[in-house]
Structure formats: structure tokens, C-alpha cells
């Protein structure tokens, strides 16, 4: 089995900061990419930020200049800091991480997801 548990969510002022965490947990081989996703009420869930297990990493237009995606030195974590949030951000945040098991395929996995709120 392998989990990815999301953390870190909640509910923030315009312009305010939050920073989510993900871990990948299980009977894992290997992580490549890693990233975050969210959906609002709505709206197609799309690409938020996302890094590769060498550290590129590319984000939506949207919030460029404001998240910063990262991956913790186990390589096995990857946080996603906001700041400056609007509450166009308000969204479910979902984890997901590409995973090559012990034994299995590599497929894409996903967290949970974590509601963040900007709102005054």
C-alpha cells in the first residue's frame, strides 16, 4: 500500500500565508515527480506546482511569484508555501506523487486533499 497524507490547510486572510505538507508512505521503490493540484467549487481540478525528483520545477501562471513548491531532504515529503494568497485560491489542495512500488508499476498517486480558505 502506499498513502500520501496532506496537512497544513485551513482558513487564511487575503494576503496571508499557509504553508501544506505532504508525505508518501508504504512499500515504495521510487519517487519521481511530486506536486499539487487543487479544485474549486466548480471548476476543473488543475496543476498548481510541481517538482521532479532533480529539483525543476514549473507552476501555473497563476501563482507565480507567490508558491513555492519544494521536496524535504528524504525525498519522500513535498511542501507547497503560499503566501500572498487570494481568495481566488480558496480550493481543495490535493497531493499527488509518481510512484514506482516494491513490487508494482510506477503510477501516480494521490492524497486526500486539504481545503484552504482565503477569505476575510
Known amino acids: 500500500q502506499v498513502q500520501l497524507v496532506e496537512s497544513g490547510g485551513g482558513l487564511v486572510q487575503p494576503g496571508g500565508s499557509l504553508r501544506l505538507s505532504c508525505a508518501a508512505s508504504?512499500?515504495?521503490?521510487?519517487?519521481?515527480?511530486m506536486g499539487w493540484y487543487r479544485q474549486a467549487p466548480g471548476k476543473q481540478r488543475e496543476l498548481v506546482a510541481r517538482?521532479?525528483?532533480?529539483?525543476?520545477?514549473n507552476y501555473a501562471d497563476s501563482v507565480k511569484g507567490r508558491f513555492t513548491i519544494s521536496r524535504g531532504n528524504a525525498k519522500n515529503t513535498v511542501y507547497l508555501q503560499m503566501s500572498s494568497l487570494k481568495p481566488e485560491d480558496t480550493a481543495v489542495y490535493y497531493c499527488?506523487?509518481?510512484?514506482?512500488?516494491?513490487?508494482?508499476?510506477?503510477?501516480?498517486?494521490w492524497g486526500q486533499g486539504t481545503q484552504v480558505t482565503v477569505s476575510s
Open positions: 499527488t506523487a509518481n510512484i514506482e512500488r516494491v513490487p508494482g508499476p510506477r503510477r501516480d498517486y
Open positions: 508504504g512499500s515504495i521503490f521510487s519517487i519521481n515527480a
Open positions: 517538482i521532479t525528483s532533480g529539483g525543476s520545477t
